[in-house]
T-cell receptor, first 110, second 114 residues
Framework: QQPVQSPQAVILREGEDAVINCSSSKALYSVHWYRQKHGEAPVFLMILLKGGEQKGHDKISASFNEKKQQSSLYLTASQLSYSGTYFCGTGNFGNEKLTFGTGTRLTIIP | KAGVTQTPRYLIKTRGQQVTLSCSPISGHRSVSWYQQTPGQGLQFLFEYFSETQRNKGNFPGRFSGRQFSNSRSEMNVSTLELGDSALYLC?????????????FGPGTRLTVT
């Protein structure tokens, strides 16, 4: 079953923070996060594994909550370049068979 | 380093025809996976190849097939095309080494079936 992402869409001003959630009805083992800009291919952001808690780089980080079967992506002090659609992909670590979330469209305005 | 390349970038085919798409991964990446993206269904996993073997397969009919060559380049084939096969087909190559994982997508092939 497809993971559910929330919110579906969000508009923020530059400098504001955003949280995107990815909830699965099945046990989570690994979660991939991607950003896709309109007309472009997805870009891999990071992967989180069962047993791990949080990771990130620069102002983008993510957490993995095994009990809640949920992962959250955090974007702090958002920049215009953060605009795009964010997808989570869930699966088992070590293979690429992912089930993708419904997507969250993030728009950053000046 | 050179990115993932896909050819052709755009394709228009007629129902009933077949099509072959090609993907060249990043040098050193042995895993190549294919995805279909449509406005209605979103991103869906098709299959993954690793060292010339299909390692995983998604829930697509047998009309969708693929293969990987010894140089890691991969092709996917769709036979007896249907209108619903119109989509952006993405391939991605990945590497897992020393506890580090990286994955890169190609620009995609936009297939239109008329």
């Amino acid at each position: 079953q497809q993971p559910v992402q929330s919110p579906q869409a969000v508009i923020l001003r530059e400098g504001e923070d955003a949280v995107i959630n990815c909830s699965s009805s099945k046990a989570l083992y690994s979660v991939h996060w991607y950003r896709q800009k309109h007309g472009e291919a997805p870009v891999f952001l990071m992967i989180l594994l069962k047993g791990g808690e949080q990771k990130g780089h620069d102002k983008i980080s993510a957490s993995f909550n095994e009990k809640k079967q949920q992962s959250s992506l955090y974007l702090t002090a958002s920049q215009l370049s953060y605009s795009g659609t964010y997808f989570c992909g869930t699966g088992n670590f070590g293979n690429e068979k992912l089930t993708f979330g419904t997507g969250t469209r993030l728009t950053i305005i000046p | 380093k050179a990115g993932v390349t896909q050819t052709p970038r755009y394709l228009i085919k007629t129902r009933g025809q077949q099509v072959t798409l090609s993907c060249s991964p990043i040098s050193g990446h042995r895993s190549v996976s294919w995805y279909q993206q449509t406005p209605g269904q979103g991103l869906q996993f098709l299959f993954e190849y690793f060292s010339e073997t299909q390692r995983n397969k998604g829930n697509f009919p047998g009309r969708f097939s693929g293969r990987q060559f010894s140089n890691s380049r991969s092709e996917m084939n769709v036979s007896t095309l249907e209108l619903g096969d119109s989509a952006l087909y993405l391939c991605a190559s990945s590497l897992l080494a020393g506890g580090m994982y990286e994955q890169y997508f190609g620009p995609g092939t936009r297939l239109t079936v008329t």
